[in-house]
């Protein structure tokens, strides 16, 4: 029932928005049958969480196994340097204040040397709306890890926040992407900036493309753009305002691992999980393991 709900809903939006161009905000502020309920991270609720490890959130689809490569720029001290983001899906599951939560592993680098690795927890509610229930940075410098800012929903008055709603739609409000209190200060949050364009990337040519807009209201001026493709998620990564790191990032390889990969996948984040139990243990300690989905 909740699939025929989504997919009629959307359908309705998806072809209103391509026929006027801002079909979707229209239909929002008219409160019409086809708006969904804008859900806020308020609105967390572990009950609203019965298959949450499955997500297939048309926007962001998260297969276990699936690998996206990107590979772009960013400006250090006025200088390019070469910036690649290397995304994968792994086949763990994590209990995230009883929210069963797909385990994210992430690498990024900066002119071929690591300078962060993380572990993201990502879950879908009953709705279809995904959900950030927290993470475990590592930062990296001279091949030793010099911070880790880790959160986890639940602890030290952090809350989850939403990824991505089931249907983003024009001229609604933003919304919270997670928060976790000082010294790791989360507070980003994200809003719908674009709906129906096309973008070419190197893998190739999608339309129908949404494109969301991710700030920090402590750092005014200053945005994240990110660009995803219908089934297959974020394509694209680029900068709004007086952002110094001018941040740029394009999809450059989709990967389907095999199960060789995928346990060499599991094995590199369970051992940034144990890494989170050694030294974050007042945010991680309390936490059950991951474990792989059977």
Request: glycine share 10%; net charge positive; hydrophobic share 40%.
């Amino acid at each position: 029932m909740r699939a025929l709900k989504i997919i009629v809903a959307g359908g309705v939006l998806v072809a209103v928005a391509i026929a006027t161009g801002t079909g979707v905000a229209t239909a929002g502020k008219s409160g019409s049958a086809a708006s969904p309920k804008e859900i806020q991270a308020k609105d967390f609720d572990p009950a609203n969480f019965s298959r949450s490890w499955v997500v297939d959130n048309k926007w962001f689809p998260l297969e276990p196994g699936t690998q996206l490569v990107f590979q772009g720029a960013t400006t250090e001290d006025k200088e390019r340097i070469p910036h690649r983001v290397i995304f994968t899906v792994t086949d763990l599951v994590k209990d995230v204040g009883g929210v069963r939560s797909v385990v994210i592993w992430d690498r990024d680098y900066s002119d071929g040397k690591l300078v962060e690795d993380e572990l993201s927890f990502m879950a879908q509610d009953n709705d279809g709306n995904v959900w950030h229930t927290g993470e475990v940075p590592r930062e990296w410098e001279e091949g030793k890890v010099v911070a880790s800012p880790a959160w986890i929903a639940g602890v030290k008055r952090a809350k989850a926040g939403i990824v991505m709603r089931v249907q983003p739609r024009l001229g609604t409000p933003s919304y919270s992407q997670g928060y976790a209190p000082p010294p790791v200060n989360w507070t980003d949050r994200g809003q719908v900036y674009k709906l129906g364009i096309k973008n070419c990337v190197p893998v190739r040519c999608y339309t129908n493309v949404l494109v969301t807009r991710e700030f920090n209201p402590d750092e005014p001026g200053k945005s994240q753009l990110k660009y995803y493709a219908p089934g297959v998620g974020n394509i694209r990564v680029g900068w709004l305002g007086n952002d110094p790191g001018k941040e740029v990032l394009t999809l450059v390889k989709i990967v389907r691992l095999m199960p060789v990969g995928l346990a060499k996948a599991r094995a590199e984040a369970l051992k940034i999980e144990a890494y989170a139990y050694a030294k974050k243990k007042a945010v991680y300690g309390g936490t059950k393991p991951a474990e792989r989905v059977s």
